[in-house]
């Protein structure tokens, strides 16, 4: 099909393989499509008018060569989605479409050209790395109008959103949520008399205590975040001892955490800086440790200087050959434009110029700055639906085909109302983040920074070293503490699924299409599910709403929620045997800890160099279980009695001490609940 051609616009035992990433729900995934707003919000710049509507007050009113299109963000990859809607033409035998693309192929589109409402339906599957798609209508008369009205896009979402009714089923990854969120460190390193700092404070900038802090994060999850430096040669005699300095602090913290790094050029930094960035990564890959997992442009080079965009561009191109030259396992970003509000795009193809296309070639992925003000959806007065989707759509626009990686960000350093208010740093936090992972498919999300950067500026995990964590490092350890995954295949086992229905969420305020109640299905390695819900407000002291879960297919053993925003690790509440259950929803971030049953199982057996068979299962966590051998099938003797680990992850060398290590001729096992 020809493109449209447009213009500007389990049991007692078992041995089984899990099955987790995102939330599914068949709802229409479209802003505003009825144009019921009685504007164009969504739909770019379209004209609405409130007349000849399909349904309703309000309808597109599409001119010659004039389009209505939306980008919809939050699909899931290889996915088939399904687009309709209602098309008239006002002059016979014109012809006005119904489409789909930058999904991962090539547009679909199918038409009309009858002067009656007429229902177009179109299908597309997404690519296998494309989480986007543009859908809409497009009229190619040169004379009269076309109208359209009513859209509806359906399929697999990572997330749902109020207000009303959504159902759940494909649940995601946790790792693959949690394993995204990361810290700038802003490392405060010195020699010979150079001061290797960022204007941070004064803060216990060792690894070890550094270290120390990443790991509170983490909470002993079985799970990482990320982390990002800064990094300057300074040119001269520095430049010899400060590149070797640095490896040795980022090895340190690497080890001590597992946490990989992005390594950036720092403000006013140029090419004469790449070859020490080379210089990490080439250790990073003959050390067998590969602790560098992304590396960077020159940091807001529009701000700092400012840096001709010419220099900007040599430097990133440099940076891009260079390091794929020694592995094309480290992703190239572009630099990071100190942009504004609303479109941010404008503010970058000012700044880059004719320098656009060269940055765009020698980078893997669009390097993102985000500072709201508060609410990271709200309404930042452009035609797209909140300030994420404006940041998303509009990289998108300038520098498409590369995912986006927030390599700063924090919701209140620049609120006049929260800025000095720990507290709600811990309400928007964790909102921000599981919209930018869970709506926009965000890479990575780093937090501004570990420790407070400077006097006026509150804005870290940590006022000075691990000892003093804020609210919003609680926040942040809780969701790794209460969820967490210690498999070894946390990263690629196949999703499982759970039909969760969610009610009542509360509605999003105007203009601000993916706050409101929003919720999202995890699952880790061994089983375990976990249910987010969050309410995103222009207040953090909105009315409480009950919201009602249901679990659809049959009753699950336990629920245990927690209040996430509160840092707390007690649960809120704890019902077991249960099909329904009322969460009473303010603005905070709700996790509910699902346990389907309490069963174990088996997930693999190893026969180690002496003979002892070596047991690893996952159960739930908490719970106790019995591992029991028998030689014969008959008889059972139990020969550990223990209950999961967080994690639910444990294992069991079979010594045959019972036997006075006497290998039988045959052993079996099984895995029993023990209440």
């Known amino acids: 099909m020809s493109s449209v051609p447009r213009g500007a616009v389990q049991g007692l035992w078992a041995i089984a393989l899990c099955l987790p990433f995102l939330a599914c729900g068949q709802n229409n995934l479209l802003v505003n499509p009825g144009f019921e707003t009685g504007n164009s919000y969504g739909w770019g710049s379209c004209t609405v008018v409130s007349s000849n509507a399909h349904s309703g007050t309000y309808c597109a ?49 199918t ?42 896009l359906t399929g697999p979402t990572n997330a749902a959103s109020g207000s009303g009714t959504v159902t759940l089923t494909n649940a995601s990854r946790i790792a693959d949520c949690l394993q995204r969120f990361g810290v700038n460190t802003f490392s405060l ?136 030259a020694i592995t094309t396992n480290v992703t190239v970003m572009g630099p990071s434009i100190a942009v504004g509000l609303p479109y941010p795009d404008g503010w970058v193809t000012n700044y880059l110029g004719t320098n656009l296309t060269s940055v765009l070639g020698n980078s893997d992925a669009n390097n993102l700055h985000v500072y709201p003000t508060e609410s990271p ?62 709506d926009f498919k965000w890479q990575a999300d780093f937090w501004f920074a570990l420790y407070d950067y400077a006097p006026g500026m509150p804005c870290g995990l940590f006022v000075s070293s691990d000892a003093d964590p804020k609210p919003v490092a609680k926040a942040f350890r809780a969701l790794f503490q209460l969820t967490g995954d210690p498999g070894t295949n946390k990263t690629s086992f196949v999703p499982d699924q759970l039909s969760v229905t969610v009610s009542n969420l509360p509605a999003a305020p105007a203009g601000s299409a993916y706050a409101g109640g929003r919720c999202a299905l995890f699952e880790n390695s061994v089983g375990q599910f976990f249910l987010m819900i969050w309410n995103e407000q222009g207040t953090t002291n909105a009315a409480t709403t009950p919201v009602t879960v249901t679990f659809n297919s049959n009753s699950v053993a336990k629920v245990e929620e927690f209040n996430i925003t509160s840092g707390s690790e007690t649960a809120v509440q704890s019902l077991t045997n249960l099909q329904t259950m009322t969460v009473n929803l303010d603005t905070s971030v709700r996790l509910l800890r699902i346990t389907r049953s309490t069963a174990g199982r088996l997930q693999a057996l190893n026969i180690l160099g002496n003979g002892s068979p070596s047991l690893n299962f996952a159960g739930t966590p908490t719970h106790g279980y019995n591992v029991q051998r028998s030689t014969d099938l008959i008889n059972w003797t139990t020969v550990l009695t223990t209950n999961a680990p967080v994690g639910g992850a444990f294992s069991f060398i079979d010594t045959f001490a019972d036997q006075g290590g006497n290998q039988p001729v045959a052993a079996y096992y099984r895995l029993s609940w023990a209440p």
Request: aromatic residues 14%; negative net charge; proline residues 4%.
């Open 377 to 438: 959806n709200a309404n930042d007065n452009s035609s797209r639906p909140g300030l994420l989707a404006d940041f998303t759509t509009g990289y998108a626009t300038v520098l498409p085909g590369k995912p986006a990686i927030n390599t700063e960000w924090h919701p209140t350093l620049y609120s006049s109302t929260y800025k000095t208010n720990n507290t709600f740093d811990a309400y928007w936090g964790p909102i921000y983040f599981l919209s930018s992972v869970t």
């Open 189 to 324: 390193l010195t020699n010979n008399g150079y001061a290797w700092s960022w204007g941070g404070s004064a803060g216990q900038y060792d690894y070890p205590t550094v270290g120390r802090a990443i790991n509170y994060v983490t909470g002993g999850s079985g799970l990482t975040m990320n982390i990002r430096e800064y990094h300057r040669d300074f040119g001269g005699t520095p430049a010899v001892a400060m590149t070797p300095l640095q490896e040795t602090w980022i090895r340190g913290v690497y080890q001590a955490t597992g946490s990989p790094f992005t390594i950036a050029i720092a403000a006013y930094g140029t090419s004469n800086d790449v070859p020490g960035i080379v210089s990490l990564v080439e250790d990073s890959v003959s050390s067998g440790l590969n602790y560098v997992k992304w590396v960077e442009g020159v940091n807001e080079p529009d701000m700092y200087g400012p840096i001709a965009s010419t220099d900007t561009a040599n430097a990133q191109s440099l940076l891009f050959q260079q390091v794929h």
């Open 111 to 152: 038409s009309t050209t009858s002067t009656n409402y007429t229902n177009l339906t179109i299908t597309f599957t997404t690519g296998a790395t494309n989480t986007s798609a543009l859908v809409g209508a497009f009229q190619v008369g040169s004379s009269g109008y076309a109208y359209c009205d009513d859209f509806v």
């Open 61 to 109: 009113q599409l001119g010659y060569y004039g389009g209505a299109e939306q980008t919809v963000y939050g699909l899931l990859t290889n996915t088939t989605y399904t687009m309709s809607g209602w098309l008239e033409e006002s002059v016979a035998g014109q012809r006005v479409y119904l489409l789909a693309e930058n999904y991962g192929a090539g547009q679909v589109n």
